[in-house]
Every structure is written in C-alpha cells, then in structure tokens.
C-alpha cells in the first residue's frame, strides 16, 4: 500500500484479555518500529525489526508485551493479560533502512476497561 | 538515558501571530527531527536538521539546530488555523549501535485561532 497500515484503529477490551495489533508497513522497507503514545506522554519506544535481524526489545515495558514480524514484512503487537495502564495509541512506523526518515501509520488506539 | 524537554507543552495564539516552540536536551543528538501530529493521525516529519547551528525553512516555518548538537527552535511566522496540531521534536541517538531509536520529546499542543 501507499502508506503503512494499522489494524484495528480503535480496541476497547476487559482487563485481562489479550489484545493483538497489526502493522502493515510500506513495501519493501525493511525496519519496522512500534511506539506507545500515552496522553501527555509523548512517543515511547517499543520494540525495532531491521531485516532478518534480531529484534531489539529493550523498550518493551513488561513480559506481557511481545511482537513479531513474519516474512520480513507485517507485525503484530501482542499484549497479553491487559491492565488499566496498557490505555494508549500504538503507532508502527517503517523505514527504508535504519536511519532513513520513518513514516507512520494512523495507530490503534487501545481502551482497556 | 536521552531527554527532550519540549516547550511550551500548550500555546493557543490568533491567527497572524508568530510563536516559537523549543526542544532542549543535555545529551547531543546526531540529528534531530520535527514531526506534525493531527487527532487521529500519525506524526508527519516535516523536517531533519543534522549540522549544528543549520537553519533549514519550510515555508513559513523556521527550523534551526544548535551549535552543540544538543537544542532545536521551531519558529512559525504568520500562524494560521491550518497549523494547528501536535508538534514533536524527536533526537537520533548518538551512540554507536542504536542510531535507528528516536527519543521524542512530550509535544506541544498548537492550537491557532481564526
């Protein structure tokens, strides 16, 4: 597609279910970020995948947060046993390479009840 | 860790009006960028400053990056109700290994009334 894509744009869930988000990002760019935008917060760093290349996972904020990337291309977010504080936009950006401009996607935002 | 101290974190200003928007660290960046943020949107870079003291225009908006790598300005002249939005200042990092990771300051709130 034109841009990178995120699904579900929006996600209300009970506290305790496990939630998955998507990314679809720009053809043929080969890192994908995930970032956390809490209100007042700022973007918060999650996790980065550059190629075939271990992720770096050092933003993610607990155990119960993991992410793939399969085929090099789409990810998905997982957010397992959900708390009150897991309320956010979560925003996937992809670029070319690392270092390259990223562009973003519209993000899901996630409501935990 | 790295810090972005963006301010101010709220400006509501009329249309017509100038305004500036800083971003100050105590770390230096090995380039620092802008980005726009609309309800319901992803941030948009607008711009990327690399050079300490570079001074880079974007029509009415003036971007500037400190001598020292470690501070950016924004300046908007003319603001109009199109400018309104969530503005981002975001450093890449310095240190060898983690270049890709973007440190993002909190935002300032823009809101130009007509």
């Known amino acids: 597609g034109a841009g990178v894509s995120q699904s579900p744009s929006n996600k209300v869930t009970e506290k305790g279910k496990d939630v998955e988000l998507r990314c679809d990002p720009i053809s043929g760019h080969t890192a994908l970020y995930w970032y956390r935008q809490s209100l007042g917060q700022g973007l918060e760093f999650l996790i980065y995948?550059?190629?075939?290349?271990?992720?770096?996972k050092s933003g993610l904020p607990s155990d119960r947060f993991s992410a793939e990337r399969t085929g090099g291309s789409v990810s998905t977010l997982t957010i397992q046993r959900t708390q009150q504080e897991d309320s956010a936009v979560y925003l996937c950006a992809s670029s070319l390479v690392w270092g390259q401009p990223q562009h973003f996607g519209d993000g899901t935002r996630l409501s935990i009840l | 860790t790295q810090l972005l101290e963006q301010s101010p974190q709220f400006l509501s200003i009329q249309e017509g009006e100038n305004l500036t928007v800083y971003c100050n660290s105590s770390s230096v960046f090995s380039s620092l960028q802008w980005y726009r943020q609309e309800p319901g949107e992803g941030p948009v870079l607008l711009v990327t400053v690399v050079t300490g003291g570079e001074v880079k225009k974007l029509k009415r908006l003036t971007f500037q990056f400190g001598d020292a790598r470690k501070d950016s300005s924004l300046h908007i002249t003319a603001a109009q109700p199109g400018d309104t939005g969530l503005y981002l200042c975001a450093g890449e990092g310095n240190s060898g290994g983690s270049n890709y990771k973007l440190t993002f300051g909190k935002g300032t709130l823009l809101t130009v009334n007509p």
């Open positions: 995948f550059q190629g075939n290349s271990a992720p770096d």
